[in-house]
Nanobody, 127 residues
Framework: QVQLVESGGGLVQAGGSLRLSCTTS????????TGWFRQAPGKEREFVAA????????YYADSVKGRFTISRDNAKNTVYLQMNSLKPEDTAVYYC????????????????????WGQGTPVTVSS
């Protein structure tokens, strides 16, 4: 079992930055591809970014490319999402998820591939 806990969300002005963290106590966390998804009010949950278990390969949604950076520190059982140049449309609850069945990073945007999910952390970007 992998339990994921997100933190770092909050209120920020447009153009600002936030860094989200996803931590777990599961000792096998390092063997999972980890992704970030977000869900805005009234919208479906959408893919944001993912990182392979060893941290070499990353994959981003077009809407965040060049602004967001995903990284991981397996020694700390933590995955990060650095969000820069935030826009009001980035406002959402951000969820961390872990997958044991993503073999190609192109699959990482499929939320059905993810086995474990955190409870989410809210991000609000004011204009």
């Amino acid at each position: 079992q992998v339990q994921l806990v997100e933190s770092g969300g909050g209120l920020v002005q447009a153009g600002g930055s936030l860094r989200l963290s996803c931590t777990t106590s599961g000792r096998t966390f390092s063997s999972y591809t980890t992704g970030w998804f977000r869900q805005a009010p009234g919208k479906e949950r959408e893919f944001v970014a993912a990182i392979s278990w060893i941290g070499i390969r990353t994959y981003y949604a077009d809407s965040v490319k060049g602004r967001f950076t995903i990284s991981r520190d397996n020694a700390k059982n933590t995955v990060y999402l650095q969000m820069n140049s935030l826009k009001p449309e980035d406002t959402a609850v951000y969820y961390c998820a872990a997958s044991g069945s993503v073999y190609y990073m192109s699959q990482a945007s499929d939320r059905l591939k993810y086995d474990y999910w955190g409870q989410g952390t809210p991000v609000t970007v004011s204009s």
